[in-house]
């Protein structure tokens, strides 16, 4: 059964750092494509971050320079690197694959997602 599993969450202070996983099972990620998301109370969810099967990688622009996308197909995960925090990080975050070698900004075309890791960033 093909599972994404998000963990690396939790409280952080302003300008603190996280790293979050993106680990799969059921399936190899070396071919596919993986993006981040995330969904902040009372909004929208939103992309974050995406690599595609060649390793580029694209960033929503308010975030570029903070965060940072990477994949170790060894370890069958994807990464989130957070630095510089900010209260407006804090949200709900989730990796999913829409199972194809590139990137969409469509979220309607990830048909696989993560349960979800809270990120909380707050003094």
């Known amino acids: 059964q093909l599972q994404l599993v998000e963990s690396g969450g939790g409280l952080v202070p302003p300008g603190g750092s996280l790293s979050l996983s993106c680990a799969a099972s059921g399936f190899t990620l070396t071919g596919y494509a993986i993006g981040w998301f995330r969904q902040a109370p009372g909004k929208e969810r939103e992309g974050v971050s995406c690599i595609d099967i060649w390793g580029t990688t694209n960033y929503v622009d308010s975030l570029k320079g903070r965060f940072t996308i990477s994949r170790d197909n060894a370890k069958n995960t994807v990464y989130l690197q957070m630095n510089s925090l900010k209260p407006e990080d804090t949200a709900v975050y989730y990796c999913?694959?829409?199972?194809?070698?590139?990137?969409?900004?469509?979220?309607?075309?990830?048909?696989?997602w993560g349960q979800g890791t809270q990120v909380l960033v707050s003094s």
């Open positions: 999913a694959t829409a199972l194809r070698q590139v990137c969409y900004r469509d979220l309607g075309e990830y048909n696989y």
